[in-house]
C-alpha cells in the first residue's frame, strides 16, 4: 500500500477522494491507541475524507526501521 507522487512514493499511506488511509508499524512500549489517535489528528487538519488507521505491526527491538540514505 502507498500513495504515488511525482518521482516517489509514500509506503503506508493511501489517499481516494473518499478515504485516507494510513498503516503504522509501532514499536513497542508506544501507546497504540494514544498513537493511533495522534495520527488521525494530524491527517484530519490536512483532508477533510475519513481517516483510517490501521497498526500494521509491533516492533519488539531498538532497531531503526528505516536506514537513513
Known sequence: ???YLAGRQ???VRLTEHRAEIHLTVLAGYAVHDLADAVRTS????????VD??????????TPLIQAQ
Open 43 to 50: 491527517v484530519r487538519q490536512l483532508t477533510s475524507t475519513p
Open 10 to 12: 509514500i509506503a503506508g
Open 53 to 62: 488507521i490501521t497498526v500494521e505491526d509491533l516492533v519488539l527491538t531498538s
Open 1 to 3: 500500500m502507498a500513495t
